[in-house]
């Protein structure tokens, strides 16, 4: 499969901490993007990052992309309780460019 | 800008029967997608169109799902007949055209077949 594979599945972490979730892919790709879904919600778009970059910053959140790896990471600093959702990764390959396909995403608990 | 809606939110329907979902994108908006998404998974593409053309309905089950998008805008997503497996929430997204615009999704239909 070519789709993005989120690590961990589930995680846990008290307010005020960061959060880390990663992604891991097996196709050469035109750009990353991550997506948050709260409950019984649609996805949200937080961030697009280019495969010619390695890095990209968007309040809180912190993109890193690593092409040699095949991988990326989402970072979350200083977690609030309104970030718990499901986040997850997608990719665009360069053999498809319109077809955007999703990992099985990381669902993160913070706690008050 | 309004974002993009979909009716029903929740349908909950008996085997073999029909149900369809309809999708409103963002204004300007050329592609439209839409996705399945089942419980603790990740959303799974059905079919994109560019404007009113299906460009990519190779997960679409032929069987028993149709879609449309009658004059480039709104969208109308068909499964008849429904199976159990069949459940799932089904989200509609837009974009504007090319790959490195995010998709725009709405809150999705949740289909519950009994």
């Known amino acids: 499969s070519q789709q993005g594979e989120e690590d961990p599945q589930a995680l846990s972490i008290q307010e005020g901490e960061n959060a880390t979730m990663n992604c891991s892919y097996k196709?050469?790709?035109?750009?990353l993007q991550w997506y948050r879904q709260n409950s019984g919600r649609g996805l949200v778009h937080l961030i697009l990052?280019?495969?010619?970059?390695r890095e990209k910053h968007s309040g809180r959140l912190r993109v890193t992309l690593d092409t040699s790896k095949k991988s990326s990471s989402l970072l979350i600093t200083a977690s609030r309780a309104a970030d718990t959702a499901s986040y997850f990764c997608?990719?665009?390959?360069?053999?498809?460019?319109?077809?955007?396909?999703f990992g099985q995403g990381t669902t993160l608990q913070v706690k008050p | 800008e309004a974002g993009v809606v979909q009716s029903p939110r929740y349908k909950i329907i008996e085997k073999k029967q029909p149900v369809a979902f309809w999708c409103n994108p963002i204004s300007g908006h050329n592609t439209l997608y839409w996705y399945r998404q089942n419980l603790g998974q990740g959303p799974e593409l059905l079919i994109r169109y560019e404007n009113e053309e299906a460009v990519d309905d190779s997960q679409l089950p032929k069987d028993r799902f149709s879609a449309e998008r009658l004059k480039g805008v709104d969208s109308t997503l068909k499964i008849q007949p429904a199976e159990l497996g069949d459940s799932a929430v089904y989200l509609c997204?837009?974009?504007?055209?090319?790959?490195?615009?995010?998709?725009?999704f709405g809150n999705g239909t949740r289909l519950t077949v009994t």
């Open positions: 990052i280019r495969s010619n970059e």
């Open positions: 196709t050469s790709i035109n750009n």
């Open positions: 997204a837009s974009s504007p055209t090319g790959y490195n615009s995010p998709l725009h």
């Open positions: 997608a990719i665009t390959s360069t053999k498809d460019t319109g077809k955007l396909i």
